[in-house]
């Protein structure tokens, strides 16, 4: 975006819409009656988007989310029975071994920096890619609309929607504690967790946290997830050398962020049926989060 129009938008907004200043003038974009982007138009284009209400418990069953963590290595997937498969980030990677169907991605650093797999993930008709309104406009301003063969589903960050302020940490309980579909962490009120993403997805400092607002509104049942080491954060990720690794800034957040979000998740998905299980069974996350089984146990036994 040019200096000018940034520099415009910054004198005619308050602060707390400073996050849509990439996006402005270029972006278009329309509500449906649960609060989802349900049309956008981007420097004159249309995309097409998957409507989210129209995805609400689409899905019943199994699912497994294939995170990063070096713990991927030792598992064989040969021996997985057919199940709708969830990536996220580098997890295509697995490509040869594991057909996605659905994938998301939040990261911004990681659509910047890591062009080849992103080519790849949106040259596949066969997944759904399910991301935000800034990785969308990188996407078509990387590699083009036309280069874009998968399906897009838009999702925004719950504390920073297009175009409406952001919502400050501290704020959190405040501005959502009235909506029925978000519950929160009883020590850390600023972590919450929704069942409709259609009026956003609460962030916890990794894209497994979306992923399973996402996949509990989707409708499943059962979740395995797969590469959820939470430790050893030095380490490259499965996918990645000690040349090309990204940085990593979980460690410094496990502790106040990590454990206590995965802990609101595994109660919400709890009463709501869910069934979760973690399949790196050297996880820094405890049994009491998500229960540890081994990748053999739980598909091969």
């Known amino acids: ?9 910054r004198y005619t907004r308050p602060r707390a819409y400073r996050h849509n200043e990439n996006l402005w003038p270029f972006c278009r974009i329309t509500r449906g009656s649960t609060g989802e982007i349900t049309h956008l138009r981007y420097k004159g284009q249309s995309v097409p988007l998957v409507p989210l209400a129209e995805w609400r418990h689409r899905y019943s069953g199994d699912a497994l989310i294939t995170a990063t963590g070096p713990s991927i290595k030792e598992m064989d997937f040969a021996g997985l029975p057919p199940i709708t ?7 295509y990677a697995l490509k040869d071994r594991l057909d996605f169907q659905l994938y998301i991605i939040v990261d ?14 949106i040259a596949d008709p066969a997944i759904t890619l399910f991301t935000t309104l800034h990785g969308i406009a990188r996407i078509i301003d990387r590699f083009t609309l036309a280069a874009v063969r998968c399906r897009l589903a838009l999702i925004e960050d719950a504390c920073y929607r297009i175009y409406q302020p952001k919502v400050a940490s501290d704020d959190v309980g405040l501005r959502f504690g009235q909506d029925p579909h978000i519950q929160f962490s009883p020590n850390y009120p600023n972590i919450a967790f929704t069942t ?6 609460f962030d916890a400092c990794t894209v497994v946290f979306w992923a399973l ?35 990593s800034f979980l460690a410094e957040k496990f502790a106040t962020l990590i454990v206590p979000a995965f802990t609101l998740a595994s109660e919400v998905l709890q009463q709501n049926g ?8 050297h996880s820094a996350l405890s049994n009491e989060i998500f229960e540890k089984v081994s990748f053999h146990d739980a598909f091969q036994s």
Do not use: C, W
Request: charged share 20%; aromatic share 12%.
């Open 1 to 9: 975006m040019s200096t000018l129009f940034k520099q415009i938008y």
């Open 108 to 121: 911004m650093n990681f659509i910047d920096r890591r062009t080849d797999v992103l080519q790849s993930i």
């Open 274 to 281: 869910v069934v979760v299980k973690n399949l790196s069974v």
């Open 85 to 91: 498969v969830v990536g996220v980030n580098g997890a």
């Open 196 to 201: 409709d993403i259609r009026g956003g997805v």
């Open 213 to 247: 607002q996402i996949l509990l509104f989707l409708g499943f049942t059962r979740l395995y997830i797969a590469g959820l080491d939470m430790t050893n954060f030095h380490q490259p990720r499965f996918y990645e050398t000690d040349e090309d690794k990204l940085p």
